[in-house]
Structure formats: C-alpha cells, structure tokens
C-alpha cells in the first residue's frame, strides 16, 4: 500500500492505493480520480461490482469517471441485480478515435464538447434476450440514456452532465 496525494480543485487528497507493479515496469498508466470514488473500485458490502481496470481506457490506463457516475453505476448494478461486464467505459482521445467513437463521446475522460469533467458512459456486453430486457428496464427506471448495438447495450448519464434529456437509440 503506498500512499499518493491527488490533486482536486486545488485541494490535496492524501489517500492509501494500490499500485500495480506490472504497469510501471512495462507501461506507465496514468490514473486520475474524482471525489476519489473508484480508489476502492465500485463495491457493495466487500462485493466488486466493477473494478478499476474494467473501467480504465484500454489504451493508456487512465480512469477518470464525471463525479456521481460511480454512485450511478453501483445504483444500477444493483437495481439489475445481475453481473455486468463492460465492454468500453472510459477512453482517451486517441482510443476514442481508434474506435470509430464519436468526437463528443461520453465515454471521453476529456470531454471538450460536452465539458463534462470525466467519462459518464459505459457499454455492457450483451448476453441474450431475457438478460437485455432487465438491464434495460432497470435503465430506462433510473434515467439512463441507452444505445443498443449488435454485440453491447452503451448506457450514458447525458442528462446528469449537459442540458441533453435522457435518448433512446440504436446503432
């Protein structure tokens, strides 16, 4: 356990984390945190809901989530009641371009667009009929915006961050 001063708003957050001794000897990954909500990953009662490393961009590492979207993320996992394995959560510029991702994307962990102050988006890999109707009615129940494609269902939280209202689409 190693301790690490986190700078927020010009505050200085001193807090115990844990450091993955593969990334720094074969990939520095900068992680960044808000409100430090993903320090101890998304859990419930010791349960892992979602850890840092599902939600980091897959190309460089970092993970910077919109403040409130990790108490989103548990609500919902919780409403749903089931396991979720995410496919995309937060992206740099250079993933997001890799990946066909729109300019404004709201899995970008620097939303010039939108200014939003991290990713408020995630995609949910899909794993049949039955198992997509319940996330997307526990979704659609708290206010998610939804995205439904062959392979993932993209869920964001638009309405919390921008003056956008809450979309229905598909890809």
């Not at 115990?16 to 009662?45: G, H, T, W």
């Amino acid at each position: 356990m190693y301790l690490i001063i986190i700078k927020y708003i010009g505050k200085s957050i001193r807090t115990p984390v844990r450091i993955d001794f593969c990334q720094l000897f074969f990939k520095i990954a900068p992680y960044r945190f808000y409100n430090n909500e993903s320090l101890k990953m998304i859990e419930n009662q010791g349960k892992i809901l979602f850890s840092d490393k599902e939600l980091a961009c897959r190309h460089c590492g970092e993970l910077i989530l919109a403040p409130g979207f990790a108490e989103k993320l548990k609500e919902l996992r919780l409403d749903f009641g089931l396991p979720m394995t995410p496919s995309s959560c937060c992206r740099c510029s250079e993933h997001n371009r890799q990946e066909g991702g729109n300019a404004g994307s709201f899995h970008l962990t620097d939303n010039v667009k939108w200014k939003v102050a991290g990713t408020c988006a995630i995609d949910i890999v899909r794993r049949g009929a039955e198992y997509d109707r319940r996330l997307l009615a526990s979704a659609i129940k708290l206010g998610w915006s939804i995205g439904v494609a062959k392979s993932f269902i993209h869920l964001d939280r638009r309405s919390d961050y921008t003056n956008l209202k809450a979309a229905l689409f598909t890809y």
